[in-house]
């Protein structure tokens, strides 16, 4: 009694409008490491600048192209729904949920490779450098992880998504928790906007 | 009414469920029952809570070792701290009544995402198992405060990580509820309720709301770079490795002073429903009491810097924080003298509700004129960290949430429970509640005037006196608590049934429901062409 008469209550815009809220509250758990960011490198400048110079610009733009890319696709694919054409929207979720598994790759083996380098925060290189660079490399692990789990956060609700558009439970009348989906991917995407030059970008 | 038991119309949403037993509560995305869900987990952990301070009470009943060694006592007050804060008095009003309430005062069936909300719960369970568990580990307990300040937070060697995770964990139930009831108040009035015509909790509420959303993922990501330091020797806090300690108190406080209103904001609530059905007359200044509770949620973020004066800031900050902490102080000396309108020339039911009401203002004034000693740069430096600060936050925490908590559920308890609680008791309660109360928490500001610090299990000598009457205060209070809850646990399960919906004669929409509610709450979506209160 009470599950069907809560399936008859809905109301997209009051969805989305929780979305957006839950977008708020992400923005500010970022600002809470962005402020911490701008205080050390404030206090660190040529540090900062020193340690950026060990990241690999090439493969940041490449993710950064990436996101972009398929914060487009999604977008698209909401389109698509709209406008009845199922399998190009799925078509178009899966080329997203792509993009965001090559991200993840990329990000994996540069990781690895500043791993390699001993360039982790606690490694006894990283240590002889300075405060401003161990500050920075851990700085750099935590976002870009805690971005990384965003990722991951934000496949896993396409894919459920993408599930329930092939069994019709989203539909071109009912598309509310894709517009969702791509909201977050777009805060995924945005993120990273910010995370790319601060990291990258400053040398 | 004349019928001794009232004839019902729909069945109440106790006796409707698919499940049976203990999973229709836990599997229900009804919210009366996870209202409920959260009275019963809140309280049991309060019992715990209220445990912890008694022994730490009686420790300190003598100098040096009484009942405990210093290391336990340091486990039984960042416990106490974690339990009472991050597990009672921040969920608590919201939680409780607010799940409970907000639907049926703003005429809706449920909130907006039922399913969410019954998540929120869980969530909030998981978080609360896991910093009570950080106590049972092996490790021992964390020993650092509630506030797991740097560097002590990456220094201990106790259960830091289960606690610290807990508290972030909860942190996400709150951010949950808070959107929820956001999105609850913007979507689901009922048809005729605008925003001037909303009763006063869920104005509250959505004060509250905002705060929950807004300062609540600041004190997550401070509390997962604490993780972050513990387990990856990251540093953020730590000067060794570049980091400042100073910083982590700051984005502490970003998000704990504003949690401050997050507690207090639906006490102001409950008691601005109370006061105008026991005087019977409409509240004085309804859109003053509005004003004056965003404009609280609003300061209140600007203002953490004052738990720091003594820590190390420009000396700028210091005056801009004292100055807006003292700005602060206005929206609730507005509100005070609100309520004190309300009930001149009321027609006063003197009901347990309404003392409890009541005794709300005086000690919140006590609480909050205390708090301007603390605001104050000079006055600061001088009681910072001793007794006065405890007995301050227990007067606005204590003494504003738990007695609004009170005042709310003997006042709701018919409707809640559809039976009334024993109306003598209850009173006899409060009365002891009240004395042990101030016996308990007065002394304290004596003794951090005269200079005895906190959160040391150890006093001079000459501040035996104090500390006697302050213990005997404690075991007082608890009698009374034993006899509030006793009393209120017998009569929700033997108290005589409800001879009237509405046994206040109160004006909000739960009075016009049955008691207990039904499922969906109205029979018919109720059309509202008036205000709240509407006494005249």
Redesign the interface.
């Known amino acids: 009694?009470?599950?069907n008469?809560?399936e008859e209550?809905r109301?997209d815009?009051?969805s989305r409008?929780?979305m957006w809220?839950?977008i708020?509250?992400?923005l500010?758990?970022?600002?809470?490491?962005f402020?911490?960011y701008a205080?050390?490198r404030f206090l660190?400048r040529d540090a900062f600048q020193f340690a950026a110079e060990e990241l690999n610009t090439f493969v940041g733009a490449l993710n950064t192209v990436l996101l972009l890319a398929s914060s487009a696709t999604i977008a698209m694919s909401i389109t698509a729904l709209q406008k009845n054409k199922k399998v190009l929207s799925l078509g178009l979720l899966g080329f997203t949920v792509l993009v965001g598994l090559v991200f993840l790759v990329n990000k994996y083996f540069e990781w690895s490779l500043k791993i390699e380098h001993g360039l982790f925060?606690?490694s006894e290189l990283l240590l002889e450098y300075?405060?401003?660079e161990?500050?920075f490399f851990?700085l750099y692990?935590?976002m870009t992880g805690?971005h990384a789990l965003h990722i991951i956060v934000g496949l896993v609700f396409i894919l459920v998504v993408f599930v329930r558009i092939q069994k019709g439970r989203i539909n071109s009348e009912n598309f509310v928790h894709l517009e969702n989906a791509g909201l977050y991917w777009h805060l995924v995407d945005i993120i990273w906007i910010f995370l790319f030059p601060l990291f990258y970008l400053i040398t | 009414m004349i019928n001794a038991k009232l004839e019902r119309r729909e069945p109440s949403f106790y006796d409707?469920?698919?499940r049976k037993g203990i999973l229709a509560w836990i599997l229900?995305?009804?919210h009366k029952r996870i209202g409920l869900l959260y009275l019963y987990s809140i309280m049991s952990f309060f019992i715990i809570g209220a445990i912890l301070g008694l022994l730490m009470k009686l420790e300190l009943l003598a100098p040096g070792k009484t009942i405990m060694e210093a290391k336990t006592y340091n486990g039984v007050f960042t416990l106490h701290g974690i339990i009472m804060i991050f597990l009672i008095v921040i969920p608590g009003l919201p939680a409780v009544f607010g799940n409970f309430m907000l639907p049926i005062l703003i005429g809706a069936?449920?909130v907006?995402?039922?399913?969410?909300n019954l998540l929120s719960w869980y969530i909030y369970i998981f978080g609360a198992i896991l910093a009570v568990a950080s106590q049972f580990m092996s490790g021992g307990p964390p020993d650092t405060g509630w506030t797991f300040y740097a560097p002590y937070s990456f220094k201990t060697t106790t259960n830091m990580l289960p606690a610290v995770l807990g508290a972030f964990v909860l942190g996400f139930s709150s951010?949950l509820t808070g959107?929820?009831f956001?999105?609850t108040i913007?979507?689901?009035r009922a048809p005729g309720m605008t925003w001037l015509k909303m009763p006063l909790f869920p104005w509250t509420l959505y004060g509250t709301a905002w705060i929950q959303?807004?300062?609540?993922?600041?004190i997550?990501?401070?509390l997962?770079?604490t993780v972050?330091e513990r387990i990856?020797?990251?540093?953020?806090f730590d000067p060794a490795?570049?980091?400042?300690p100073i910083?982590y108190q700051h984005?502490f406080w970003i998000y704990s002073h504003p949690a401050v209103y997050v507690m207090i904001l639906p006490a102001m609530g409950a008691i601005s429903e109370i006061l105008p059905t026991f005087a019977q007359k409409t509240i004085f200044g309804y859109k003053a009491i509005i004003i004056s509770t965003l404009a609280i949620a609003f300061v209140g973020y600007f203002v953490w810097g004052h738990h720091m004066f003594t820590s190390g800031m420009s000396g700028v900050a210091l005056y801009v924080f004292s100055i807006l902490t003292f700005l602060v102080a206005i929206p609730s000396g507005v509100k005070v003298f609100n309520w004190i309108s309300t009930i001149y020339k009321g027609s006063i039911n003197l009901k347990t509700p309404f003392y409890w009401a009541v005794s709300f203002i005086f000690v919140f004034m006590i609480g909050g004129l205390t708090g301007l000693v603390l605001g104050a740069l000079a006055t600061d430096v001088h009681v910072h960290d001793t007794h006065f600060v405890v007995a301050h936050f227990h007067f606005i925490v204590f003494g504003g949430v738990g007695f609004a908590f009170m005042g709310a559920i003997h006042y709701w308890f018919p409707k809640m429970f559809g039976r009334m609680y024993e109306e003598t008791w209850a009173n006899v309660g409060w009365l002891i509640f009240f004395i042990g109360f101030l016996t308990l928490y007065l002394p304290m500001f004596y003794l951090g005037i005269a200079g005895m610090p906190r959160r040391y299990f150890d006093y001079l000598p000459q501040f035996h006196g104090g500390n006697i009457i302050s213990s005997l205060g404690a075991i007082v209070m608890i009698m009374g608590l034993v006899i509030i809850i006793t009393n209120l646990v017998r009569s929700a399960k033997f108290g005589n049934p409800v001879e009237s919906d509405n046994p206040w004669n109160g004006k909000t929409l739960e009075w016009t429901v049955e008691s207990p509610p039904s499922?969906?709450n109205f029979e018919e979506i109720p059309i509202i062409d008036k205000g709240p209160y509407d006494y005249e």
């Not at chain 1, 500010?28 to 490491?33: N, T």
């Not at chain 2, 959303?213 to 600041?218: C, K, R």
């Not at chain 2, 490795?241 to 400042?244: I, V």
């Open positions: 009694m009470t599950m008469n809560m209550h109301d815009i009051g409008f929780g809220l839950f708020f509250t992400e500010l758990l970022f600002a809470g490491l402020l911490v205080v050390y660190n925060p606690g300075g405060k401003g161990v500050l851990g692990f935590f805690l | 409707v469920s698919e229900s995305t009804d069936k449920d907006a995402f039922p399913r969410l951010i959107l929820n956001i999105v913007h979507r689901m959303l807004l300062a609540t993922p600041v997550g990501i401070t997962l770079m972050g990856f020797n990251i540093g953020f490795l570049g980091g400042d910083l984005l499922l969906e």
